[in-house]
C-alpha cells in the first residue's frame, strides 16, 4: 500500500521511522531502499529525493537513535536504561560498522561532539559536576569507549571472563554503575611541565 499525498516533512518521518524499526530489528544498517519504503508505504524514489542517498537515511537513523539515547542520559531516570536498552546496543552496533567501514555515516566531521547527541549529553553531564571542558570531554569518550566496547563485544567477553552464570542485564548495569565512576572520578588534566 502506498501513501498519497504526503508532505515532504510527512514523508521524511515516515522514511526515517521505517529504516530506524528496520534497523533496530536487525541491528545492522544493511537494509534496502526499496524495504524502508515498502515498510513506510512509500515509493522508493522517494528515499533518494528526501534523503540523497542511503547512507545518508542511516546517518538519519544514528542521529534518531542517538537523540533517544541522549534523552534518556539526560532524562530524569536512572539511566540504567541506557546501558541495558536495545537502542544502546544497536547504536553501539551502527558506530560499529561505521568503524569497520571506516566511514562517519554522521556526515560530519569525525570527533564533531556538537554533531553527536550522545557525546554532547555525556559532555553536559561531565561538566555538570564541576569538570572544565577539556575534562568533560576526555570523561565523555571514556565513557563511551567502555559502553561501546562493551556492547561490540558483549558475548566474547562474557565467555571469555566466565561471565556466562550472569544476567546480561545486571552486567549491563554493573557497567553504567562504572561509568557513573568514570565521571565521578574525572580529574582535570595536569600540566605537563615542558
Same mark, same amino acid.
Given at each position: 500500500?502506498?501513501?498519497?499525498?504526503?508532505?515532504?516533512?510527512?514523508?521524511?518521518?515516515?522514511?526515517?521511522?521505517?529504516?530506524?524499526?528496520?534497523?533496530?530489528?536487525?541491528?545492522?544498517?544493511?537494509?534496502?531502499?526499496?524495504?524502508?519504503?515498502?515498510?513506510?508505504?512509500?515509493?522508493?524514489?522517494?528515499?533518494?529525493?528526501?534523503?540523497?542517498?542511503?547512507?545518508?537515511?542511516?546517518?538519519?537513523?544514528?542521529?534518531?537513535?542517538?537523540?533517544?539515547?541522549?534523552?534518556?542520559?539526560?532524562?530524569?531516570?536512572?539511566?540504567?536504561?541506557?546501558?541495558?536498552?536495545?537502542?544502546?546496543?544497536?547504536?553501539?552496533?551502527?558506530?560499529?560498522?561505521?568503524?569497520?567501514?571506516?566511514?562517519? &555515516? @554522521?556526515? =560530519? %566531521?569525525?570527533?564533531?561532539?556538537?554533531?553527536?547527541?550522545? *557525546?554532547?549529553? /555525556?559532555?553536559? +553531564?561531565?561538566? $555538570?559536576?564541576? &569538570? @572544565?571542558? =577539556? %575534562?568533560?570531554?576526555?570523561?565523555?569518550?571514556?565513557?563511551? *569507549?567502555?559502553? /561501546?566496547?562493551? +556492547?561490540?563485544? $558483549?558475548?566474547? &567477553?562474557?565467555?571469555?571472563?566466565?561471565?556466562?552464570?550472569?544476567?546480561?542485564?545486571?552486567?549491563?548495569?554493573?557497567?553504567? +554503575?562504572?561509568?557513573?565512576?568514570?565521571?565521578?572520578?574525572?580529574?582535570?588534566?595536569?600540566?605537563?611541565?615542558?
Amino acid at each position: 500500500m502506498t501513501r498519497t499525498r504526503l508532505t515532504e516533512a510527512e514523508g521524511r518521518a515516515a522514511l526515517l521511522a521505517a529504516a530506524t524499526e528496520i534497523v533496530t530489528e536487525t541491528g545492522s544498517p544493511n537494509i534496502t531502499v526499496r524495504e524502508v519504503a515498502a515498510r513506510a508505504g512509500i515509493n522508493h524514489g522517494l528515499v533518494h529525493r528526501y534523503f540523497g542517498t542511503k547512507d545518508a537515511l542511516i546517518a538519519g537513523v544514528i542521529d534518531e537513535i542517538a537523540g533517544r539515547v541522549a534523552r534518556q542520559l539526560t532524562g530524569d531516570g536512572d539511566g540504567e536504561s541506557v546501558v541495558a536498552g536495545d537502542e544502546a546496543g544497536t547504536l553501539a552496533r551502527l558506530i560499529g560498522h561505521a568503524m569497520v567501514a571506516g566511514s562517519d &555515516l @554522521s556526515g =560530519d %566531521a569525525p570527533g564533531d561532539v556538537r554533531s553527536h547527541p550522545v *557525546a554532547r549529553a /555525556l559532555v553536559e +553531564r561531565c561538566r $555538570e559536576q564541576g &569538570l @572544565s571542558e =577539556d %575534562a568533560a570531554r576526555v570523561a565523555a569518550a571514556q565513557i563511551m *569507549a567502555l559502553i /561501546l566496547g562493551w +556492547r561490540l563485544n $558483549e558475548p566474547f &567477553l562474557v565467555d571469555s571472563c566466565g561471565l556466562g552464570d550472569r544476567e546480561v542485564l545486571e552486567l549491563r548495569r554493573e557497567l553504567y +554503575r562504572t561509568c557513573v565512576r568514570v565521571a565521578a572520578s574525572a580529574q582535570e588534566p595536569a600540566t605537563v611541565a615542558g
